[in-house]
């Protein structure tokens, strides 16, 4: 049996690096605006900056004879801090509301740069523009057009005012949930491909640990995830202690109950591939080792002393690690090589590189490892696949008004047929033998672009309704009814204006990690277009952009372990490679298309 060595090896933490504009910690402090512009230059790349360590504000106690905006103000700010249950908060409540506030029934985050304070001598309450939803279980839910709307009900007990109606959890600003909470990536089985995906939560910083972490595994995916994944450790599975320890050379010991005892050597590994990747959320945590009733677990492949890292588990995961990918353009009718430093472009050899604009094809789309290419050709009537020096390329499937194509992790290719409000699914698979994709919810839907995840358990979508261009979210999962292929379901859309205006209308869409998208938005339909990263749940938008004097039209990703790798096409024609955020170079003009692969 090959075992891991025993040694502590580097892991990817898989926390987001976010940032959002500052806000205040009070009613009436507002929210500083992050750069809107930047030159399209020529840079040299550079290193990822660290993540963020946050304002770390220590809640005080309501002074005596606080006034009403200070209670509420120090009420809101303490609701950052969860230590003791808490504490600092429950004193701005009355004796009675104090007993009854739930702070870990949710959350709901609002828009403080336009909160609207009413407060008069003796009361106060807040207005504001709601962003999203936190659940209990810390889902993020994302929420447009809606406004927050709260009377604290002051009161004075003991001579002192008291807030006597607390909002049933916590109420959070868009700064201070950024700053105050920790994303972990929560990872399941794919019941497609034995794929780990990923789920995020949202807990407090000050109370994310690898504990909370692992009984969040327990307790499973949520609802709508779980039709795509299936959670391997066996019913009533629990922590046999009240915490995952880590000791001084970063090896977490989970204490399982014994019903772990009852799986298979495969059911053990996938498990402590599930542990193990969401435990690399935690700095602090470079190995993981399993016990029951203090008997260490065996993990087929462990080390000696019966530890694991997330290297055992790479096969999990279908991300690459490429720092220099090739990257390919549609220029003049030809398809070819763009060189990394020189922007020298080599049209490929065949039938694309020497095709003339007549013949171009409306949409292409590159293997990850540049084995073969599918195309759309112009009528956007016909999938079809080609190899490199190939002299033709051979059909697959018909449609109308097919959509940009999509080679995914299996080999599989993906498009869209779109015809009026109606959208259906194309897939051949990698052998040339059609799948079956069932997506009832997209028969009344026109879906603009499209994007399947690497683990092939989710697809993000920009959905036309009327005037509006959203992103949305599907699922994977299997045929139940023993029939063949697998279905596209439980349609979600994800509001970003919510969070930033400049993403009211979406262009574009692609997958950067196993967590992360990048998008290309606009604020209206006037306004040019500019690439965003976000998480897969609509949280922690980043401006990747805007690139002054450009209009982003497209973008091609792929995703990767560590880093981005992304393509951007404007309208004029211009190709952007990212190299690092508000820093893309040009490296082709006169594109109609472009693909980015190994």
Do not use: W
């Given at each position: 049996m090959n075992r891991e060595p025993a040694k502590n090896n580097n892991h990817q933490a898989m926390t987001r690096r976010r940032f959002l504009?500052?806000?205040?910690?009070?009613?009436?402090?507002?929210?500083?605006r992050v750069p809107t512009t930047g030159p399209v230059t020529q840079v040299s790349a550079s290193g990822d900056t660290g993540g963020r360590q946050g304002i770390a504000v220590d809640p005080q106690p309501p002074p005596r004879r606080a006034s009403p905006d200070l209670v509420v103000a120090g009420f809101l700010q303490s609701m950052t801090s969860p230590q003791d249950g808490y504490r600092i908060a429950r004193e701005y409540l009355t004796t009675d509301a104090a007993r009854t506030w739930d702070p870990d029934s949710g959350a709901v985050i609002y828009d403080a740069s336009t909160a609207s304070p009413v407060v008069?001598?003796?009361?106060?309450?807040?207005?504001?523009?709601?962003?999203?939803?936190?659940?209990?279980?810390?889902?993020?839910?994302?929420?447009?057009?809606?406004?927050?709307?709260?009377?604290?009900?002051?009161?004075?007990?003991?001579?002192?005012?008291?807030?006597?109606?607390?909002?049933?959890?916590?109420?959070?600003?868009?700064?201070?949930?950024?700053?105050?909470?920790?994303?972990?990536?929560?990872?399941?089985?794919?019941?497609?491909?034995?794929?780990?995906?990923?789920?995020?939560v949202h807990l407090p910083a000050e109370t994310s640990t690898p504990t909370t972490a692992v009984n969040g595994l327990l307790n499973g995916p949520s609802q709508w995830l779980s039709g795509a994944v299936t959670n391997v450790f066996p019913t009533g599975t629990k922590l046999s202690s009240d915490a995952v320890p880590v000791d001084s050379s970063g090896v977490a010991v989970v204490p399982l109950s014994r019903e772990v005892t009852r799986l298979t050597d495969a059911q053990r590994r996938q498990i402590a591939g599930q542990v193990t990747w969401s435990l690399s959320?935690?700095?602090?945590?470079?190995?993981?080792?399993?016990?029951?009733?203090?008997?260490?677990?065996?993990?087929?492949?462990?080390?000696?002393?019966?530890?694991?890292?997330?290297?055992?588990?790479?096969?999990?995961?279908?991300?690459?690690?490429?720092?220099?990918?090739?990257?390919?353009?549609?220029?003049?009718?030809?398809?070819?090589?763009?060189?990394?430093?020189t922007g020298v472009f080599s049209p490929l050899a065949g039938l694309l590189g020497s095709g003339t604009a007549a013949t171009a094809p409306a949409g292409v789309a590159v293997d990850r490892s540049g084995d073969f290419w599918t195309l759309v050709d112009k009528p956007r009537r016909t999938l079809l696949r080609w190899q490199e020096g190939a002299r033709t390329a051979t059909p697959l499937a018909t449609g109308v008004g097919l959509l940009r194509p999509q080679v995914c992790t299996d080999g599989s290719c993906w498009t869209i047929s779109v015809q009026a409000n109606s959208s259906r699914f194309i897939v051949v698979g990698q052998s040339g033998q059609r799948i079956e994709v069932r997506a009832d919810e997209l028969a009344t839907r026109r879906v603009l672009a499209f994007s399947v995840s690497p683990d092939m358990a989710r697809i993000a979508l920009v959905v036309a309704n009327g005037s509006t261009r959203r992103l949305a979210m599907l699922r994977i999962r299997p045929v139940t009814d023993q029939g063949t292929g697998v279905i596209a379901d439980g349609l979600a859309e994800l509001r970003l204006d919510a969070t930033d205006t400049n993403m009211a209308l979406v262009d574009d869409v692609g997958w950067i990690s196993a967590t992360d998208l990048m998008v290309v938005a606009r604020a209206t339909t006037d306004s040019p277009g500019a690439p965003f990263q976000i998480a897969v749940d609509g949280s922690g938008g980043i401006a990747v952009g805007p690139l002054s004097g450009v209009d982003v039209v497209a973008v091609s990703t792929l995703p990767r372990a560590d880093g981005i790798n992304a393509l951007a096409l404007t309208g004029s024609g211009q190709v952007l490679r990212y190299e690092d955020r508000y820093r893309w170079r040009t490296i082709a003009t006169g594109a109609t298309a472009m693909g980015i692969c190994v």
């Open positions: 504009g500052l806000s205040g910690l009070t009613l009436l402090a507002g929210c500083a008069t001598g003796t009361s106060a309450g807040l207005k504001a523009p709601l962003i999203a939803t936190l659940d209990p279980a810390g889902l993020y839910h994302p929420v447009a057009g809606a406004n927050l709307s709260l009377d604290f009900g002051l009161t004075r007990e003991d001579g002192e005012l008291r807030i006597s109606r607390p909002p049933s959890g916590l109420v959070l600003s868009q700064f201070s949930f950024e700053r105050a909470f920790h994303s972990v990536a929560l990872y399941f089985t794919s019941l497609t491909r034995s794929y780990l995906v990923p789920e995020l959320a935690f700095p602090e945590v470079s190995r993981v080792r399993f016990t029951v009733g203090g008997t260490d677990v065996m993990i087929p492949g462990a080390a000696e002393d019966d530890t694991v890292s997330t290297g055992l588990f790479t096969s999990m995961s279908p991300l690459l690690s490429a720092d220099l990918p090739n990257m390919l353009v549609l220029k003049e009718g030809r398809l070819g090589q763009v060189a990394d430093q």
